[in-house]
């Protein structure tokens, strides 16, 4: 809202990344980035340049197996300053289980908590967000949105200053998996901001699926919900991630819902048995993440963001 923006952000209705109050120190990024293989940019791919333009000329993307994109992103995103101003249940590194668009990973512990309005702003940042290179076995409905993972990717970060997700908490209403009237982070609404304008909402199906013909799907409104399982343990371990579509705000019917588990504590373990379970889930099937940028200057592109540094295969 107006008054949230004034009160919390100085009447700023951008909050990216770099709107964070602190940066991770350029040389633990390095690195991490010096820990992945194949950094490329999706540039290089005609297609993809096609749909997203040059603004993705420098975004910078890493690969690894399971096991270390996991740890690399609960590093990357681990940020002395900011770390220990999220809930303790929201740190860690959580498995996006079920989730069918072809996304793994997520984490929420770079992020702006505002206690006084129980509101977390979740910026889309490098090391957030991990996405399959491949198709696991157990893949949700076969696989099939699992072809279109790069594309999610730049949906997401977009030309480097990247969505924003805000999460609402509040009490857990009637009809949810949350144990109604609870108020004790159980439940969320959640809505999505493009370039981390909070003024804008951005959930429908043409901005979510590139390639759906936008003057039909971009009628196709989402509204989301996290909700605590009453039996998660420790607490906040286990969500239930609630997606309804619908045209215009009449989202009545519900397609993807996924479950957010979490399977890195906020102290940086395994949390079994969901981290083994991920594991397996995974196989040999590597992850990727966005590492960064291609140039080492002071700004990259046309929105300012600071380089990471990264260097891309084959310079």
């Known amino acids: 809202t107006p008054e949230f923006v004034d009160t919390y952000l100085d009447g700023k209705p951008y909050y990216s990344w770099l709107s964070l109050p602190v940066q991770q120190p350029p040389e ?28 993705i000329a420098n975004l910078t993307f890493g690969y690894g197996t399971a096991e270390k994109i996991v740890d ?3 590093r990357g995103t681990k940020v002395n300053g900011i770390f220990e101003t999220v809930p303790d249940e929201l740190r860690g590194v959580f498995w996006m289980k079920g989730n069918g668009i072809g996304e793994e990973l997520t984490v929420f512990q770079n ?25 696991p076995k157990a893949a949700p409905m076969n696989g099939i949105m699992y ?19 805000s999460y609402k908490f ?17 439940y969320a609404s959640v809505q999505v901001h493009p370039h981390g304008d909070l003024r804008e909402y951005a959930v429908n199906l043409a901005h979510m699926i590139p390639g759906l013909p936008e003057p039909l799907f971009k009628h196709i409104q989402g509204q989301f ?3 605590e399982y009453p039996d998660a343990e420790p607490k906040g371990s286990r969500f239930y991630r609630r997606c309804r579509w619908g045209p215009g705000s ?46 080492v200057n002071e700004t990259s592109g046309t929105n300012g963001t600071r380089s990471l540094g990264a260097r891309v295969s084959g310079e």
């Not at 509040?170 to 144990?179: F, I």
């Open 28 to 55: 633990v990024l390095e690195q991490l980035t010096s820990k992945l293989t194949n950094i490329t940019t999706f540039y290089t791919n005609p297609v993809l340049a096609k749909m997203f333009g040059k603004e």
């Open 72 to 74: 690399i992103m609960y």
């Open 111 to 135: 992020s702006l908590w505002v206690e006084a309005e129980q509101t977390l702003l979740v910026p889309i940042a490098p090391y957030s967000w991990g996405w399959p290179a491949g198709t």
């Open 147 to 165: 072809g279109f993972t790069e594309a999610g990717a730049l949906v997401l970060t977009q030309d480097g200053d990247g969505v924003t997700f």
């Open 170 to 186: 509040g009490t857990c209403p009637r009809g949810k998996k949350c144990t109604r009237g609870t108020n004790n982070l159980t």
């Open 225 to 227: 919900d996290v909700e």
């Open 250 to 295: 009449c989202s009545c019917l519900e397609f993807g819902s996924y479950d957010l588990v979490q399977i890195l504590n906020g102290d940086g373990s395994p949390l079994e048995p969901y981290y083994t379970e991920f594991l397996d889930y995974m196989g040999d099937v590597p992850l990727f993440v966005w590492s960064g940028f291609t140039e």
